[in-house]
């Protein structure tokens, strides 16, 4: 997980006890990590997507064996009036 940062924060910003710890009239910048991450850990390992029957589907189809032609023949028809 990334950390949060607030930047630019004066001393009227902070909480007052961390305020009355800090210099007056300067800025500073606050960064606050968890110690725990929010997001469980899968157990499960990675296994590669395209031997699923959800990709299988596409492995045969003969317009998309080539990627390239396939994206132009998709986007031909934004670009025929221009």
């Known amino acids: 997980?990334?950390?949060?940062v607030f930047k630019h924060?004066?001393?009227?910003?902070?909480?007052?006890?961390?305020?009355?710890?800090?210099?007056k009239g300067q800025v500073f910048s606050v960064?606050?990590?968890t110690e725990k991450s929010?997001?469980?850990?899968?157990?499960?390992?990675?296994t590669d997507k395209s031997h699923t029957p959800l990709f299988?589907?596409?492995?045969?189809?003969?317009?998309?064996q080539d990627v390239g032609d396939y994206i132009r023949l998709l986007r031909r028809s934004?670009?025929?009036?221009?």
């Not at 997980?1 to 949060?4: A, C, W």
């Not at 929010?38 to 990675?46: G, R």
């Open 56 to 64: 299988g589907i596409w492995r045969d189809y003969k317009a998309t």
């Open 9 to 23: 924060l004066t001393s009227n910003d902070l909480p007052a006890e961390w305020a009355k710890q800090l210099p």
């Open 38 to 46: 929010l997001h469980k850990q899968s157990n499960l390992e990675p």
């Open 78 to 82: 934004r670009f025929e009036n221009c």
């Open 31 to 33: 960064v606050i990590v």
């Open 1 to 4: 997980m990334l950390p949060l």
